[in-house]
């Protein structure tokens, strides 16, 4: 079965700083991969997903992310942090002959001023 | 604007009460799902759909129950054998396997449901 670590349920930064939120999944195929973010009540917002048409994937609001196969990796990162990136982000795998998505626990980010 | 919509936002059940969720969506999308989160614990499986009239559990279908008589509907029903109900509830969906598998999944706005 998939499985997704993301490691830190908590992580804080200072505004202007790097933001990275770490995702390790466990697959016996290569996946497709997802970070999705959440604000305070409410639903979960795609933000990239990589598809294996190339490592670096860029996404909405300034993230990105990089699969690294041998790392079994998709860290996602953001150069310069912004207050409004307050939010809970997830990192989820999907089968590629399946629809179902394994979601991690979750990432708590929190932008100090 | 197609999306999801969930209701109502807010949900309060009785003890030995059965309450339904909705789920509408307006994307065309085959296939939807619905998701349990607490506190983290990120977000589980409880059932989902790739069909019309057709449905699988998921992680933890227990005390819950769903049907999908319709491609834009999937409403779930907490019943009274599910007894630990209070949770934040996402309905989701996505093109389903049959197009393309690397097709996200969309979310509605959740419903939050408590224990009166």
């Known amino acids: 079965a998939q499985s997704v670590t993301q490691l830190g349920s908590h992580v804080s930064v200072s505004e202007g700083a790097l933001v990275l939120l770490r995702c390790n999944y466990s697959?016996?195929?290569?996946?497709?991969l997802f970070w999705y973010v959440q604000y305070p009540n409410q639903g979960l917002q795609l933000l990239l997903k990589y598809t294996s048409a190339a490592t670096l994937v860029k996404g909405i609001n300034g993230f990105e992310a990089e699969f690294k196969k041998s790392e079994t990796s998709f860290h996602l990162t953001k150069p310069s942090a912004h207050m409004s990136d307050a939010a809970e982000y997830f990192c989820a795998v999907r089968e590629t002959s399946g629809s179902r998505l394994t979601f991690g626990e979750g990432t708590q980010l929190t932008v100090n001023p | 604007d197609g999306g999801i919509t969930q209701s109502p936002k807010y949900l309060f059940r009785k003890e030995g009460q059965n309450v339904t969720l909705s789920c509408e969506q307006n994307l065309n999308h085959d296939a939807m799902y619905w998701y349990r989160q607490d506190p983290g614990q990120g977000l589980r499986l409880i059932y989902y759909?790739?069909?019309?009239?057709?449905?699988q559990k998921g992680d933890i279908a227990e005390g819950y129950s769903v049907s999908r008589e319709k491609k834009e509907s999937f409403p779930l029903t907490v019943t009274s054998a599910q007894k630990n109900p209070t949770a934040f509830y996402l309905c989701?969906?996505?093109?389903?396997?049959?197009?393309?598998?690397?097709?996200?999944?969309?979310f509605g706005d959740g419903t939050r449901l408590s224990i009166l």
């Open positions: 759909s790739q069909i019309v009239n057709d449905f």
């Open positions: 697959s016996s195929v290569p996946p497709y």
């Open positions: 989701a969906s996505s093109s389903g396997v049959r197009i393309r598998s690397n097709q996200p999944q969309h």
